[in-house]
Nanobody
C-alpha cells in the first residue's frame, strides 16, 4: 500500500557530498514524520535525522553541521543533503515514514529498501 524508494547513494571521496532522496507513494492520507536511518557493516541500524510535518528536525550528534534533512510535502519526498562526508558515514541509508492511510485510522511505519553510501578515504 505504501512504497518508500530511496535514491542518490553512491561512492564518493572523503570531503565530498551526496544528496539522498526518499519518495513515498501509495494511498497516503498523511505523513507525520520521515526519518533517515543508516546501518554500517557489522553494526546496528542507527537514527540519523528526522523531519516532522511541521518542519521540526532532529539529528544525531555525529552528523550535525554536515547533513541537512528537508522535505517536500506536496511530493511526499524527503531529502538528506550530506556534506563533508567521512569514511565513517559509509552505510546503507534507509528511509522510514509514519503514515496514515485514511483519515482517523491508525498510524504505521514503513521502510524503504535502502541505498548504499560509500565514502573512501
Amino acid at each position: 500500500q505504501v512504497q518508500l524508494v530511496e535514491s542518490g547513494g553512491g561512492l564518493v571521496q572523503a570531503g565530498g557530498s551526496l544528496r539522498l532522496s526518499c519518495a513515498a507513494s501509495g494511498n497516503i492520507f498523511s505523513i507525520a514524520d520521515m526519518t533517515w536511518f543508516r546501518q554500517a557493516p557489522g553494526k546496528q541500524r542507527e537514527f540519523v535525522a528526522r523531519i516532522t510535518d511541521d518542519g521540526t528536525t532532529n539529528y544525531v550528534d555525529s552528523i550535525k553541521g554536515r547533513f541537512t534533512i528537508s522535505r517536500d510535502g506536496a511530493k511526499n519526498t524527503m531529502y538528506l543533503q550530506m556534506n563533508t562526508l567521512k569514511p565513517e558515514d559509509t552505510a546503507v541509508y534507509y528511509c522510514n515514514a509514519l503514515v496514515q492511510l485514511i483519515s482517523g485510522s491508525t498510524w504505521d511505519r514503513y521502510w524503504g529498501q535502502g541505498t548504499q553510501v560509500t565514502v573512501s578515504s
